[in-house]
């Protein structure tokens, strides 16, 4: 049996030869040999991999676009990618895969797009996650030295691909860690250099294994957490997260006819205004991807299907906004700043969260004591040393900021609410400066305005990241004036026109010019 599927296997005479061997080593084993198992184990694995097995690719770039366009909104640097190695496929033989990652927050759909793109390129899928491992083993498999080996899960997958050439996607490639048991990241060096991989070695297989002809997507939510060597080898591409008007659209061509197909409804007998979508979004979500909404909209759609069951209808429902509450409850996440509200040592600065951008709040208050700094609310490292900048550029400052000697003999406190909510980041430093200057001077500061930035001993303020998401959170709770730094200037042009349209920007390159802005 073995020897025919040997001749029916597709690969190079190398592999056959090693195959052939171990045939003839099982043939001559006594059946009470523990080895007879192992090396049977070995033939098994090896008949069954996809050597030189491949699938045709679709070649037409129009129909992969289509493909891509149908299956996901936006995300246009990676369709443009795909469509790119196509192209250059086509055109020269010598092209390899590339290694993409994309990183982006959780439900953006990185994973779903990673399964489009094998399905524009009428590719099979091989799925492995990553997150956890903190064995080598898991990734370049065991030696054939003891009962119960097997190959990593590289090859595993490639044996339930079927094909030399699937997409290969690596979730959590940010979530491995390491261990007395080895490092994993620096084991998936050799899966994701595009220059070794088509000599990958598992230590279970010991032959070379070609994964060239594969296109490897890994996935991540954390640029900074995926190891700097692995890091090296991949091919960026950032997923933002989606504007409320994105999730919007996304869920009127993709989630609701999905979903309602899922509980078998049709348009005819249920419709969801664009306004109640909106009023989900906004008071039953707090996301940058899509997940809770499909959670959502899920549970209206159920909750309609047992309602006309129960009393045998057929007429026509219309989800408006103003029944949101009869199948949602209360809204979830009241929105915040309606009104305008002027305080004093409270300021708005902006936050980049697992969610997206977010309104971080600012407090701070003094009493007479000996100077010091008490700082509460989950602060980590880097936001409590720009806590520490921030009063130290005051004190030095202090006349040219108009704050009264009290400064130098009252303890400060500087709270930042939501206490349950870890905050970390560099962006935090001219808010904190905004909310000392405004408790000591004993001037409000209007709730409508936010800021981030980083600000120096010398009152430079540094750019930050996570534009777009900070300037879509401030959007979202109402806030009309935007204080960014000056270099961040480019990054808005990530951010929609008709959300830029509705809000104030101002830029700054010295906490000077914030200053005589609210205060003078």
């Known amino acids: 049996k073995y020897e025919k599927r040997l001749k029916k296997l597709k690969a190079n005479k190398k592999i056959k030869d090693r195959i052939k061997e171990e045939i003839k080593k099982y043939e001559t084993s ?206 960026i591409i950032h997923i933002p997260s989606y504007t409320e008007y994105e999730k919007k659209d996304i869920a009127i061509n993709y989630l609701i006819p999905k979903l309602m197909d899922e509980v078998g409804l049709t348009s005819f007998e249920v419709t969801i205004d664009k306004e109640a979508i909106l009023e989900i979004i906004r008071c039953y979500t707090k996301e940058a991807g899509v997940r809770e909404l499909s959670r959502m909209i899920s549970k209206i759609l159920r909750k309609i299907v047992k309602k006309r069951l129960i009393e045998n209808s057929s007429d026509l429902v219309t989800v408006t906004k103003e029944i949101l509450e009869d199948y949602l409850g209360k809204e979830i996440y009241p929105s915040y700043y309606q009104k305008e509200n002027l305080q004093v040592g409270v300021v708005n600065g902006l936050a980049y969260t697992p969610f997206g951008g977010d309104i971080l709040k600012i407090e701070t208050t003094y009493y007479k004591g000996k100077g010091n700094l008490i700082l509460t609310g989950s602060l980590g490292d880097v936001i409590k040393e720009s806590a520490s900048i921030a009063l130290s550029y005051i004190k030095a400052n202090c006349h040219k900021f108009n704050v009264s000697d009290l400064i130098f003999a009252s303890d400060i406190h500087i709270h930042l609410p939501e206490g349950a909510v870890n905050k970390e980041g560099p962006s935090a430093g001219v808010a904190l400066t905004t909310s000392i ?60 026109k008709e959300i830029r349209d509705k809000l104030e920007f101002i830029l700054v390159s010295n906490y000077d010019e914030i200053f005589e802005s609210i205060f003078c």
């Open 437 to 496: 200057i405004s408790a000591f001077s004993n001037k409000k500061v209007s709730s409508k305005l936010a800021m981030t930035g980083e600000i120096t001993l010398q009152g430079n303020v540094l750019p930050i990241g996570g534009v777009r998401e900070k300037v879509l959170g401030a959007y979202r709770t109402g806030v009309k004036k935007i204080y960014l730094p000056l270099e961040n200037k480019k990054d808005l042009e990530e951010v929609s």
């Open 30 to 235: 006594t059946s009470i040999s523990p080895e007879v198992g192992m090396i049977k184990d070995y033939i098994e694995w090896m008949l069954s991999l996809p050597f030189e097995i491949e699938t045709k690719d679709i070649t037409d770039l129009n129909e992969i676009k289509k493909t891509l366009d149908d299956n996901h909104y936006g995300m246009s640097d990676v369709k443009e990618r795909i469509l790119e190695y196509i192209a250059v496929k086509q055109n020269s033989k010598k092209e390899k895969s590339p290694i993409l990652c994309l990183i982006g927050p959780p439900g953006v759909g990185k994973t779903s797009l990673a399964y489009s793109v094998a399905k524009s390129l009428n590719r099979n899928v091989a799925t492995i996650s990553v997150g956890g491992i903190n064995d080598e083993a898991e990734i370049v498999g065991h030696r054939r030295t003891y009962v119960g080996a097997l190959p990593g899960r590289i090859i595993q997958g490639m044996k339930k691909a079927h094909s030399s050439n699937p997409v290969f996607i690596i979730d959590e490639i940010d979530k491995m860690t390491k261990s007395v048991k080895g490092d994993p990241a620096s084991s998936l060096l050799e899966v994701l250099d595009k220059e070794q991989n088509m000599y990958f070695s598992d230590h279970y297989i010991e032959e070379d294994f070609d994964l060239s002809k594969v296109l490897f997507i890994a996935t991540a939510n954390y640029e900074e957490q995926i190891p700097l060597e692995l890091k090296d080898r991949l091919e």
